[in-house]
């Protein structure tokens, strides 16, 4: 199988605090992770894209300084939110794609619900 | 620019019966095509996937879904309906298997009994 694990599941906390989301690939190596945002009764928005060992690649719109993706390894991203506010409440979803040649789809986690108070 | 139109945000069919889910895609180059599930809470289960070989993908769970060019449609299918099936569907589109994904705004289908 390809699992990928995220941590945590649901988080709640104060406006201004900082929160960092896992991302774990669990049984492969994932050169590639990704971040989404989902918000209520909406599609996944792509937030970036990161390589393990280099520097997110982040869509346009999405603030570099809010939303701090590091990829050290190759099972694991983490991304934190920092001093995050009430608009920041949202359901992250991270993927994974499997490293090597050929055909390899993205791997969801079952995302994090943020709320922040 | 890529992008994914699903026609209808919520369909509604009785257990036992064709599930049928529209998408229609753009794309300037050849296209993967994809279809997830969504539960509720939860992340995405890929349900099938078409990277440029048979025209018709099977999937799991008896979902498969058929290509066709000339509509620019990826339409997703299973002959009878279960209840475990209810659930949201994206399907999405990207230029390489595995690279950045762009999703339709789903469809929740309900189930009927």
């Known amino acids: 199988g390809a699992v990928v694990s995220q941590h945590p599941s649901r988080v709640i906390c104060k406006s201004g605090t900082s929160v960092k989301i896992e991302c774990r690939s669990l049984d492969f190596q994932a050169t590639t992770m990704f971040w989404y945002r989902q918000f209520p009764k909406q599609s996944l928005m792509l937030m970036a894209t990161s390589n393990e060992g280099s520097k997110a690649t982040y869509e346009q719109g999405v603030e570099k300084d809010k939303f701090l993706i590091n990829h050290a390894s190759l099972t694991l991203s983490t991304l934190t939110v920092t001093s995050a506010h009430p608009e920041d409440s949202s359901f992250y979803i991270c993927?994974?794609?499997?490293?090597?040649?050929?055909?390899?789809?993205?791997?969801f986690g079952d995302g994090t619900r943020l709320s922040i108070l | 620019a890529q992008s994914v139109t699903q026609l209808g945000s919520h369909v509604s069919v009785s257990e036992g019966a064709l599930v049928l889910l529209r998408c229609n895609y753009s794309s300037s180059v050849p296209p993967y095509l994809f279809w997830y599930v969504q539960y509720p809470n939860q992340g995405l289960q890929l349900l099938l996937k078409?990277?440029?070989?048979?025209?018709l993908v099977k999937g799991i769970n008896g979902f498969e879904a058929e290509f066709k060019k000339s509509e620019t449609s990826f339409h997703l299918t299973k002959p009878s309906a279960h209840m475990s099936d209810a659930a949201e569907y994206f399907c999405a589109v990207s230029e390489f298997s595995g690279n950045k994904l762009v999703f339709g705004a789903g469809t929740i289908l309900r189930v009927k009994s």
């Open positions: 078409y990277t440029s070989a048979a025209t």
């Open positions: 993927s994974a794609k499997r490293g090597g040649y050929g055909d390899q789809p993205q791997h």
